[in-house]
C-alpha cells in the first residue's frame, strides 16, 4: 500500500527511499544500494545520449573529432 502524505513536497522517489531508510541496512546492503541506483542512472544518461546521438544522425567519426 503507498505511502501518501498530504500536501507532500517529497517526489514518490523520496518517499519510498524514506520508507527503505526504515530499516536498518548492513554497510554492505547499503554499498550494493547505492551501487544499484548509480547504475540505474547510468543506464538511463547513457539511453538519453543514445537517442539524442541518433536523433541528430551522429556517427562514429563525429565522435573521433
Known amino acids: 500500500m503507498p505511502m501518501k502524505l ?6 514518490n ?7 527503505l531508510y526504515a530499516t536498518d541496512l548492513s554497510e554492505e546492503d547499503l ?3 547505492k551501487n544499484q541506483l548509480a547504475q ?5 544518461s547513457i539511453q538519453a545520449a543514445d ?6 544522425g551522429l556517427t562514429q567519426e563525429d565522435m573521433d573529432k
Open 6 to 11: 498530504p500536501n507532500s513536497p517529497l517526489s
Open 13 to 19: 522517489v523520496q518517499i519510498e527511499l524514506l520508507k
Open 31 to 33: 554499498k550494493e544500494l
Open 40 to 44: 540505474f542512472y547510468a543506464r538511463k
Open 51 to 56: 537517442e539524442a546521438w541518433q536523433q541528430k
